[in-house]
């Protein structure tokens, strides 16, 4: 879970479900009180007063705020079919409903109404136009400024801790404690004198040139790189549904390149199909 995930439109809609729920703790009517009474004696009924209002509009709208914020910081869950996200979104339109045909049916509607009308209008604004609209597609918080590119094994901005996925921050081949290659111990692979020559075994003197010919003319090289909004990774299998969403402002290392797409590697070990690779930021 990565609060960097989160967009601007995550924002509007947190906010307005913050102010739907004070104004379910505000009177739901106004009193035009006679010359000479006192208003303070009438006591005036809130949201909580009212159950099926306050189901139907109020926790609706924050219930619905809930899930699309969980459908943005856990992707990829589902609930008949349907992903959490589209649950939120529906909650926010039905709250929204709920609260116009309410304030029609009331002839004084008070603060808790009034400012709940509003707070639904923001919130299922915000929930269906996330997905739509650039500048609510942004990221809510910035991406940290950029690091110094490190070599393969070494994660960005790293200065002697452990490297992405192998200890002691070393490269990619590399053993704790020794110069050899990996699987093997200090002193070198197979074949290997001192000073890092190698020597050649019997049946390898052609492999070398060999495998020149066989090397394609572009190799890739992996890299680590930053994606400037949250985009989903979709498995190797060519499934359409994501595994996990890449967040802003989180390294990820690239480990294959696929025509336009990247194969991408999580923090926590998990591979796929970046398929929209504009405008990353290489580390």
Avoid: H
């Avoid at 040139?209 to 979709?234: H, I, K, M």
């Amino acid at each position: 879970m990565n609060i960097r995930s989160l967009t601007r439109g995550d924002g509007v809609v947190i906010g307005a479900a913050v102010v739907l729920f004070i104004a379910s703790f505000l009177s739901l009517a106004s009193i035009d009180c006679p010359a000479g009474i006192n208003c303070s004696d009438y006591d005036t009924p809130n949201a909580w007063d009212r159950l099926g209002l306050l189901m139907s509009m109020y926790l609706a709208g924050i219930i619905g705020a809930a899930l699309i914020v969980v459908a943005r910081l856990l992707p990829g869950r589902r609930v008949a079919g349907l992903d959490l996200g589209q649950f939120g979104v529906a909650f926010t339109v039905f709250s929204l409903w709920t609260a116009f045909w309410t304030i029609i049916d009331v002839s004084s509607a008070g603060a808790g109404l009034i400012l709940g009308l509003l707070a639904t209008i923001v919130l299922a604004a915000g929930a269906v136009a996330s997905p739509l609209l650039p500048p609510l597609k942004a990221p809510l918080m910035g991406a940290p400024k950029p690091q110094t590119p490190q070599p393969y094994g070494a994660q960005p901005g790293a200065t002697g801790g452990a490297g992405y996925g192998y200890p002691g921050g070393q490269q990619f081949g590399q053993q704790p404690g020794g110069t050899g290659g990996y699987g093997y111990p200090a002193g070198g692979q197979p074949g290997a004198v001192d000073g890092g020559q190698q020597q050649p075994q019997p049946g390898q003197q052609g492999a070398p040139a060999a495998a020149q010919q066989a090397a394609p003319a572009g190799d890739f090289s992996p890299f680590w790189f930053a994606v400037p909004v949250a985009r989903p990774l979709y498995g190797e299998d060519g499934s359409p549904t994501p595994i996990a969403e890449l967040a802003p402002g989180t390294w990820y290392l690239a480990v294959e390149q696929r025509g336009a797409a990247l194969v991408a590697q999580t923090q926590d070990g998990r591979r796929g199909v970046l398929q929209d690779t504009t405008g990353i930021q290489r580390g």
